[in-house]
Nanobody, 119 residues
Framework: QVQLVESGGGLVQAGGSLMLSCAAS????????MGWYRQAPGKQRELVATITSAGSTNYADSVKGRFTISRENAKNTVYLQMNSLKREDTAVYYC?????????????WGQGTQVTVSS
């Protein structure tokens, strides 16, 4: 059974920092691309950052220079370091694991962790 368990969310003041973690089980973590997405109230889920199995990263323009995604394959864990947080970063943050081979699509989501940034 595949599980993605996020942790590290919470309430923080604007300008502060948080680090989210996502522990994966039930998958071959080394071959999966991992990502963080977020969904604010009344808005669609959006990409925040992704990291490939080889370690290449991609960020939404809104978080470039402030957020850093990383992975620790030995611990089957992906992280999102969030600095200089803004009120508009308030959202539920979801961990994603994705691996596509030929027509076989493996796409898994965590339950989400709430991040609230106060002014």
């Amino acid at each position: 059974q595949v599980q993605l368990v996020e942790s590290g969310g919470g309430l923080v003041q604007a300008g502060g920092s948080l680090m989210l973690s996502c522990a994966a089980s039930g998958i071959d973590f080394n071959i999966f691309a991992m990502g963080w997405y977020r969904q604010a109230p009344g808005k669609q889920r959006e990409l925040v950052a992704t990291i490939t199995s080889a370690g290449s990263t991609n960020y939404a323009d809104s978080v470039k220079g402030r957020f850093t995604i990383s992975r620790e394959n030995a611990k089957n864990t992906v992280y999102l370091q969030m600095n200089s947080l803004k009120r508009e970063d308030t959202a539920v943050y979801y961990c994603n694991a994705k691996w596509i081979a030929n027509r076989d699509i493996n796409d898994y989501w965590g339950q989400g962790t709430q991040v609230t940034v106060s002014s």
